[in-house]
């Protein structure tokens, strides 16, 4: 990659995949256009594919054909964005038959108690990835993994190397249809799933969002009450835990901060940890995620209004958030910042540990020194972005966060310039050239 150059400015779809988007386009100015998908038709198709016919509790009609409508009328999906769209409804509707099957057949699942979740909160791209990488890694915690949340049926350990292996084709395929995304943020099988992923058999989740360029569902979806989407979230915890238990859930998702009342009114006694990191460099990370992300899906996809987007969002969210959290017991929730994970991230989970009274095993700090030395060889490159380029100043950015920075005393920006993923990774250049790598290796942590 140019060291002069951002990695969206690098972005370039391979070419099988061009002449494919290609050829949907030429078929789009022909009187050949495939139909709008509607919610009743891939309602009845995943009825006939799983041959079932009960998605339990709580209603899911109006929020499926909101997205699809659109997706089909704003999102101006290549022809890969279509399947994918049907691909992944479908794939949903069908887990969702499914679950519902196995608490009939498993009635225990409905029994399962999840007592003290932790939830990883903070502007995203502000470190709540690496946190929930290394709390994971704790023997004592549980988080949902990727290819469990994919294929989450049957709640046992049958099958678990197959879905296994499946989840990761279906890495290896994403990584081939956006391969500048693996720049940007981590995609594997037994990579740590955000809570969003949970949410979305409801069809209200922020996913969708990230994926597609989708104003009218983003409208109606921020004026949901989030607590049936919550409930779910629940449903879906109680079966990835009837499959294997652990003392504690750590869940991770920066979308929470916008919900906090519902997710409080489902997990009472929830626990939260808060990252903090300048919002200009959050915001001009996420908005190079989100454009990549969406440009899988979609050939028009414009940067300046998907950071326009991210900031009215966050900003609001933020707020929103500050006044909510404000009830919560301080030693409910602890405050961690970007810089500090970065410097020494064991070090800040043994204070999020001390500050709620955990224990912190040897063999705990153990798994996270090797997961930390895996990630710096595996660290495929860098990303790069600039937040010029999607037209907002750093001016702009603060005076929308001005009462997050003030309350928490975060820095200003400190000049235009181009941050690379070394700022974003779970471990920063300056870290590299530490001893925390080499220490890890010495003791024969690095070959796992």
């Not at 919610?39 to 594919?49: G, Q, S, V």
């Not at 279906?170 to 940007?184: D, G, Q």
Request: hydrophobic residues 40%.
């Amino acid at each position: 990659m140019n060291a002069s150059s951002t990695t969206l400015q690098q972005m370039r779809p391979l070419l099988p995949v061009r002449l494919l988007n290609g050829c949907g386009a030429l078929l789009e100015k022909t009187r050949i256009r495939a139909k709008p998908a509607l919610a009743i038709d891939l309602i009845e198709t995943a009825k006939r594919r799983c041959r079932l016919d009960d998605f339990g509790e709580g209603e899911f009609f109006e929020g499926l054909s909101r997205l699809l409508e659109s997706c089909h009328g704003e999102a101006r999906l290549n022809l890969i964005g279509k399947i994918a769209l049907r691909t992944d409804v479908l794939q949903t509707l069908c887990s969702r038959l499914q679950m519902e099957r196995d608490r009939q057949l498993y009635p225990n699942i409905a029994h399962q108690e999840i007592r003290e979740p932790l939830f990883i909160v903070g502007l995203p791209r502000s470190g709540t990835t690496l946190l929930h990488s290394l709390l994971a890694a704790d023997p004592e915690h549980r988080c949902p993994l990727m290819w469990e949340v994919r294929s989450p049926t049957p709640p046992t350990l049958a099958d678990e190397k197959r879905r296994v292996q499946r989840a990761t084709r279906s890495c290896k395929f994403f990584n081939w249809l956006a391969p500048t995304f693996r720049y940007v943020h981590a995609v594997g099988a037994e990579v740590p799933q955000e809570c969003i992923s949970l949410m979305t058999p409801t069809f209200m989740s922020d996913q969708f969002d990230a994926m597609y360029y989708v104003p009218s569902y983003r409208a109606w979806f921020f004026q949901q009450d989030l607590r049936p989407a919550y409930e779910y979230h629940r449903r879906f915890l109680q079966h990835l835990q009837f499959r294997r238990a652990a003392p504690r859930w750590i869940l991770k998702a920066p979308t929470h901060m916008f919900a906090l009342p519902a997710l409080l009114s489902v997990y009472p006694d929830a626990l939260f940890v808060q990252t903090h990191r300048t919002p200009i460099d959050a915001m001009a990370s996420v908005s190079s995620l989100v454009t990549i992300l969406r440009s899988a899906f979609s050939d028009a996809v414009d940067p300046v209004t998907v950071c326009r987007e991210a900031i009215d969002y966050w900003s609001e969210t933020m707020d929103k958030f500050l006044n909510e959290r404000d009830r919560l017991a301080s030693k409910r929730i602890c405050d961690v910042e970007y810089d500090e994970i970065s410097r020494d991230p064991i070090a800040a989970v043994r204070r999020i540990s001390d500050h709620f009274g955990w224990s912190f095993s040897k063999q705990a700090e153990q798994r996270m020194r090797v997961l930390v030395a895996k990630h710096a060889e595996r660290q495929p490159g860098n990303h790069r972005y600039h937040l010029s380029q999607f037209g907002f100043s750093a001016d702009k950015v603060l005076t929308a966060f001005a009462p997050y920075c003030q309350r928490f005393g975060l820095p200003p920006f400190d000049g235009e310039k181009v941050w690379s993923s070394l700022r974003d990774s779970p471990l920063p250049e300056t870290q590299r050239r530490s001893g925390f790598v080499s220490v890890a290796k010495n003791n024969g942590e690095a070959g796992g």
